[in-house]
Structures are given as C-alpha cells and as structure tokens.
C-alpha cells in the first residue's frame, strides 16, 4: 500500500490550511456564492436538498485501517452516523455543516485522505480494481499506475479548470472491474508481443443524458509515456471542448462529434511536441512507486484449508457466502472477500459507523490491515486465509455485513436519488429496496446467477443506469415519478449501452416488472447464459411482452 | 489606472501598468504602449511593430496561441483572456507560450483574475495580473506560494515532488 511521506502530508496540509481560509472569507462576505463555489466543489462540498454534502476522496478505493477507523468517527462527529459509498469509489457524508467542512478536512488529513477534487471540473479520482495486487488475472498492478496518475493530476495546473469533470479508470485484467469504458479516459494494461507493459487507450465513454462507449484510439501506448500521452489528451480536451452547454461539455460530445479517429490524430500531433523528458515519469519514480505496491505479510500455505473445507460442509450460510462473496486470490490457501454493502432493508453503499469500525477490526485481523471499494458499492477484503473465512463471516454476520448476493439481482448500484440529491427526479433507494425484497429467497436469487441492476434518480445517470442489466431511470412526470426501463447494458469489457423497454411504470410497478423480466430469462435460458447474455441472444421483444402484458 | 501585479521568484510587487488596450477599430494612441488583439496585429502589426512603442497581443480561449510564433520576439507582453474565471482555455495558452514557443516576455492575466487562481496561473508561467477582486499583492503572493510541494511539472519550472531529495 502506498504510504504519504512528509512531502504528500505537508501537501495536504498546506490543502487544508488553505481552504479553510477559503471558508472564512466566504463566511466573512468576501467571496460570493458563485466565486466560492468551484473553490469548495474541488475539495468535495456539495450543496445539496438538506444540507451540504462531503465527498472525501478515497484514491483507487484503497483504505488503510486507521483511515476506515477516522472515517467511522466523522460519520458519528460529523453525520448522522453513516457514510455512503460512491460509484467513483469515495464515500460520501450527507449532512455536513460548512463551518466543520475544514476540520473534518483536516481530521481526515491526519490519517492521510482528503477531498481533493472529488467534484468540480477538474480530474476526479482515478479509480481502478478493487481486486488489484490480490488477483491473479492481472497483467499488473493498476494501482502503480493509479497513484502515478493521483499524484500528476492533484492540483494540475493546467486541467483544474476544465471544460467539464473528468474521469479516468485503469484496469489490468481481462475482467473489467472498473467500468473502463464509460469513462472519459479508460486504460487497460495490456502487454506487447515484447513483453513490455503498455495501456489500450480508450476516449469518450460517459453515461448522463447522452451515454456513449469509449472508443480506442491507441491500441498499444508504451506504459512509460503514460502522462505525457495524458497531458495530450487532457489538452485538446481543454482546448477544443465545448464550454457554451454544460450537457455538451464533457469529452465524449468532443470525441464524437470529430470521430474518434480524428480526435486520435490530434491526439498524436500534440502528444509528438511533449518533451517526453520533462512530462513522463522517470523510471526511478515509478520502481519508487511500485516497491510500495508490494504486499509484504502474505504466507506460504497450502493451497487449500481443511478446517474451511470442513466448517463450509458443516454451516450452509457459510457455504452460500463462500458461492458469492468468496473468490481466488493469487497466492495459495488466500482468498478475496466482498463484503456487500447491499442488504435487502439498507441504502445501497450506506455503512453506518459501527459497521465501518468493524470492517477496520477485520481487515486488521484478517486482511493485513487492507479494505478496498468498489465502483459497485461494495467493499472488499482483498487478502484472507481460507483458515480465517469462517471467523471473518462471523464478524461480518454480526454487524450484518455478510449479505450473500455479490453479483446477484439484489446487488444493486443506486444513486442517492430524491431522498438527498437537488439535481434528482425521483427516489433511487426506495425501488432498490423493493426489488431486494422482492428476491429475499436466496435460492432463486442465486438460481438467477449474476444479474446487474443499476438505478439513477435523474438523467444524469450516478447510478450507472445505462449500463444496468437491467437499468432503471427515474424522471418526473407532471410531479409523479415514473421509472424508465432499459435492457441490455453492461460497464464491463462487454460494455454496451442498454436499450428502453417501454413506457414508463410507476415506483409500486418495478420490482414486479423485474420479477417479470426474470422470469423470461429464467424460460428462456440456455446452458450457462446470465441474464444479459440471453437478452442478448432473443432480444427485446419477450421481455417486452411479458412486462406490458396487462395494457395489451 | 487598474493595479498590476508583476509576480517573480521574489514575490508580488504592484507596479504601474503602461500598457493601453486598444479597442479594434479604434486608432491606436499616440506614443503610448499598447495591447492589440490578434486579428490586428495580424492585420496591421509591421505598422504597429515599427512605430517604437511597445507592443503587446490579447489572446482570447478560442484563438490558437502558435499564430503569434513568429511575432512573439517582437512583443513586449502577452496578455491572456479570462472572460470568465472557470474557462481554463488560457492555462493552456500561457503554457504553451512558455514551454513551446519559448516567449520569455510578460505573460499577463487579464478579465475575470481572482486571487483564486493565482497559484494555478503562477503554475502555468503567468507573471502579471490585473486582478479583477481588488487583492494587494501581498494577497496574491501568499495565495501564489501557498503549497510547499508540487506533484507535477509546469511552465514555471518547480521542482515535482518526485524529483525532491526528501522524497521517501
């Protein structure tokens, strides 16, 4: 795990010290609301229907145990006692006062984290594999190159005031556990014929109210000249994209609009004058960084335990959490542990303070002391002996934290919607919690087998809607919310956009049409289909009819 | 007159700024240093260029800095739109006019300048601004240097972290 040395601490703090200057001449009457704005939006301030809202930045969803542990003291300090995680793997705080926003800054410098564009129009956290260094589909690790990439982009001089917000996603295996392609930049490790490390290069995915798939345009970028290739793009961006209609303003309008093989060719026009010499990273920085990604702790052991072979015979919870939250890790006798934060009566992404404390005890325990977040709102303990399973389900049983349903119908992404959210059209956690309910029976939830369902309050799509299995859209119509319904998305390495299915259904109207939706895969599957898989293949029309039904 | 801010390695000083903007279309004032727009000098600049005051050009975001390449010897400053304090296109202008074209002369900040946006305008080769909020220049100086520590390479040549020899 990287550790901040006095050069990134003093960094921070310097941060810290200069916004809370900030809000005192803000509360002071010397800066506007509108001056003020973009200076709190880069360190994370919202203002949103209650109050205002914290985001704190969590760098490629990597935690440490004493910053869970600070995390969890905020939230009871500074919150109603929870947290929520987000799609860009941060956690945000909901009820924050202004005046606390600089001391809670600096509580979570203490411990290394902050809120450094964790919004505005500058480059957001890049966020990567929740699984890096502890699976072995990897190339590489993501992570190396996620902090090369943190540390370029904070406080980039040139690309703080961007056309628009702007995100980066790096994935190192053939298995893309970051939504690579609907971000604004996707990297994907890829490795030369030479053995060399390179990345795939893909520009202008996006989701919101004009959702596109990223599209390549550079097969093969030597891994070395990564940010110089990144100052390229980031400068036609920063040029040539439009600033006259923020809903035309993010990279993916510019790439589409020239195509993406020109966007490409001024691409490599630019990035041919860039002083590789001053831009790229020198070699000694990177094996800096990389020595740091190196897991020390892990044991020799035999590839499998007996006594967890055993207590998974004797105990079927464990058994059935051992089927969906349990994966392989790289090194033998390990295992990766999702802990979803998706159980059928709770916020999706919401842990409260006790839950977050005993994460940070678990991971200490049982993880050497690491906690990663997902882009899916879960969190993940990436390095557990098979020998410690049974003890670490648990203590996740007792906080009720062993939700068995990763990757299941009721592991849903939702945005904050209307309960928090200013921008919002309708509830997101209300439909996620009916459809949770709805597939309480956990045999025919994992009969059903992986089934991504994604909601968004709005057009603007924080819930990933787009590329749902199943996507769920809440609008407004004439003061009534309704929700749209869209098959066929996926935000992995299959990444489409999903299509709608019909006319829109009220909030009592989802989980039921969900059932429905299940039902007709359930019939028309063959051999090891997922849902999407068999939409894919039969297509639109019997889902269709099987959810309008009755208004024939 | 509006203050100017002329920020070097020593700090911000206020100075008096000698430069007149001149309105295209209108004449061009008698003996008096001038700043032009890109069209004009384009137009009219070997007329402007030997009258022996001196000259400086306003790029606005939309205009592409490299069309001053062959002028820039010649100019005295170069002046950088910020028609509102959010268009960031000028960042881009000011460092390709240091790190590119190789302009050694003023890089000046005018329209929507606030003391917000001084570290990123120093950052980005900037040198002297017509703030638009009224800040001293010992307001802008601590908000310019206010971080011991940069993470990336820029137009002003700061030393990144990862080349400082207490990097751990």
């Known amino acids: ?552 | 007159m509006s203050t100017l801010i002329k920020y070097t390695a020593n700090g911000a000083t206020e100075i008096e700024n000698s430069f007149v903007h001149v309105v295209d279309g209108e004449p061009v004032p008698q003996g008096a240093d001038i700043i032009v727009s890109l069209g004009r000098i384009k137009a009219e600049g070997e007329a402007l260029l030997a009258s022996g005051v001196r000259v400086g050009v306003q790029i606005e975001p939309a205009e592409a800095v490299e069309d001053l390449a062959e002028l820039l010897p010649r100019l005295a400053l170069v002046a950088v739109a910020f028609p509102k304090f959010r268009d960031g296109r000028a960042y881009t202008s000011a460092t390709l006019l240091r790190q590119r074209l190789g302009f050694n002369g003023e890089v000046r900040a005018v329209g929507d300048v606030l003391r917000e946006q001084a570290y990123v305008m120093t950052r980005c080769g900037i040198d002297a601004f017509v703030p638009a909020d009224g800040s001293s220049a010992a307001e802008w100086s601590r908000a310019a240097g206010h971080f011991r520590h940069v993470y990336q390479t820029a137009a002003d040549g700061r030393t990144p972290a990862y080349a400082e020899p207490g990097r751990r």
């Open chain 1, 1 to 552: 795990m990287y550790r901040y040395d006095a050069i990134d601490k003093e960094f921070l703090t310097d941060r810290s010290n200069e916004f809370r200057h900030q809000v005192g001449r803000r509360l002071a009457g010397e800066l506007s609301e509108d001056q003020f704005k973009p200076l709190r939006l880069m360190n994370g301030l919202y203002l949103q229907l209650h109050a205002y809202m914290l985001r704190v930045c969590i760098p490629y969803g990597t935690l440490n145990v004493a910053q869970v542990r600070r995390l969890a003291w905020i939230a009871r300090t500074y919150d109603k006692g929870y947290g929520h995680f987000t799609t860009r793997q941060n956690i945000q705080f909901h009820w924050v006062k202004l005046r606390d926003a600089p001391d809670i800054l600096d509580a979570l410098a203490e411990v290394d984290l902050h809120a450094i564009q964790t919004s505005g129009n500058c480059i957001r956290n890049t966020t990567s594999d929740p699984r890096a260094g502890a699976t072995a589909e990897e190339i590489d690790d993501p992570r190396v190159w996620s902090e090369a990439i943190r540390q370029w982009s904070t406080l980039h001089p040139e690309f703080s005031y961007l056309p628009r917000k702007f995100k980066i996603a790096v994935t190192a295996s053939a298995k893309d556990r970051t939504a690579a392609r609907v971000h604004d930049i996707g990297l994907a490790l890829r490795q030369g014929r030479d053995g060399t490390l390179g990345f795939e290069v893909m520009v202008g995915g996006g989701m919101g109210r004009t959702p596109f798939i990223g599209q390549t345009i550079k097969e093969f970028l030597p891994a070395t000249r990564l940010l110089s290739y990144l100052e390229a793009v980031l400068r036609v961006y920063n040029r040539a994209g439009r600033r006259d209609n923020i809903y035309k303003a993010r990279i993916k309008i510019l790439v589409s609009s020239l195509g993406a093989e020109e966007f490409g060719r001024q691409v490599e026009e630019e990035w041919a004058q860039i002083d590789a010499a001053r831009a790229d990273l020198p070699d000694t920085e990177l094996a800096r960084i990389r020595a740091a990604f190196i897991q020390p702790g892990l044991e020799v052991l035999p590839a499998v335990s007996d006594s967890y072979e055993a207590a998974r015979g004797a105990n079927p919870a464990l058994a059935r959490f051992a089927r969906n939250n349990v994966s392989a890790h790289k090194a033998p006798g390990y295992a990766i542990v999702d802990v979803s934060l998706k159980a059928h009566d709770a916020t999706p992404g919401d842990a409260n303070s006790d839950q977050l404390e005993a994460i940070a005890d678990l991971a200490e325990r049982f993880s050497l002391g690491d906690i990663r977040v997902t882009h899916e709102q879960n969190l993940v303990l990436p390095h557990v002996k098979q020998s410690d399973l049974p003890a670490l389900f648990e203590g996740l049983v007792a906080v009720g934290l062993a939700t068995p349903n990763i990757n299941l119908v009721s592991d849903i992404i939702a945005c904050p919607g209307l309960d928090y959210c200013a921008l919002a059209n309708a509830r997101a956690i209300p439909v996620a919690q009916s459809i949770a309910q709805r597939f309480l029976d956990a045999d025919r939830a994992e009969l059903v087998g992986e089934l991504k369902i994604k909601i968004s309050g709005c057009i603007n799509a924080c819930g990933h809607h787009h590329v749902g299995h199943i996507g769920i859209l809440g609008v407004d119509k004439k003061g009534e919310e309704y929700y749209q319904l869209t098959l066929g998305g996926s935000g992995a390495e299959d990444a489409s956009i999903g299509k709608i299915l019909g006319p829109g259904l009220n909030a009592d109207q989802v989980a039921p049409a969900v059932d429905r939706l299940v039902e007709v895969y359930l019939a028309e599957r063959q051999g090891e289909e997922r849902f999407l898989d068999t939409y894919r293949r039969i297509g639109m029309t019997p889902f269709k009819e099987a959810v309008y039904v009755d208004a024939h």
